[in-house]
């Protein structure tokens, strides 16, 4: 089974200033994709960024970029010029993708890491 | 126009009752999703369905019980409620051969009291 593990439990970051959010993972699959997700305190679930792990390119949106690293394991996310909005709950979450697999489909979360960002 | 809409949001009942939470997305998705987010922040899936069919159904209390009607459609109905069923419960789906990432209902707060 795949296990998420985000080892920061909290983080913070200056307005303006770069942040960085960790996250490994443990799989023996070799093609599943990698995602990143914002939960503010309305609760809401917000897609941030997606990597598909066959892609050695770093995926990149505005703002948010990942430094994706496959044979260590490693997806982090990094957030250029924090803004007030960014405040929010971040998880690593894996899918699998192994057609044969009971688990294909499945979202698995680490446990999270809560940004804080100072004015 | 709400992608995945669940009712309620907000649900407060008392042990031993029964209640059920509705799910509907209108994205033309052909599969959807259950997980559970306890007071810890932890997200955990409970089901999956795909066109209707159970696909995953995790290690969780035959209290619950999911039902797809269609596939635009997946709710959950829970039985016997107990005070550690309390956590929010979010509905989700997404395409099942392109593997974009879910598409999130925006929860539904059970307090079981």
């Known amino acids: 089974a795949q296990t998420v593990t985000q080892s920061q439990p909290e983080m913070s970051v200056q307005e303006a200033e770069t942040v960085t959010l960790s996250c490994t993972y443990d799989?023996?699959?070799?093609?599943?994709?990698l995602f990143w997700y914002k939960q503010p305190p309305s609760r809401q679930m917000i897609l941030v960024i997606r990597q598909e792990a066959y892609k050695q390119q770093n995926a990149t949106e505005n703002r948010f970029s990942v430094n994706f690293q496959k044979a260590a394991k490693s997806f982090s996310l990094k957030i250029s010029d924090s803004q007030l909005g960014d405040a929010a709950m971040y998880f690593c979450a894996y899918r699998s993708i192994n057609a044969g697999g009971t688990s294909y489909g499945k979202l698995t979360f680490g446990q999270g890491t809560i940004l804080t960002v100072h004015p | 126009d709400t992608a995945v809409s669940q009712t309620p949001k907000y649900l407060v009942t008392q042990m031993g009752n029964d209640k059920s939470i509705k799910c509907e997305q209108n994205?033309?998705?052909?599969?959807m999703y259950w997980y559970k987010q306890d007071s810890k922040k932890f997200l955990k899936i409970m089901f999956s369905?795909?066109?209707?069919?159970?696909?995953i159904n995790e290690t969780v209390p035959n209290r619950f019980s999911p039902k797809s009607p269609d596939k635009a459609h997946l709710n959950l109905h829970i039985n016997s409620l107990e005070l550690g069923d309390s956590a929010v419960y979010f509905c989700a789906s997404s395409p099942w051969t392109r593997n974009y990432g879910y598409t999130f209902g925006s929860g539904t707060r059970l307090t079981v009291v």
């Open positions: 369905y795909n066109n209707k069919e159970l696909i």
């Open positions: 994205l033309g998705h052909d599969t």
């Open positions: 799989t023996s699959e070799s093609d599943y994709y």
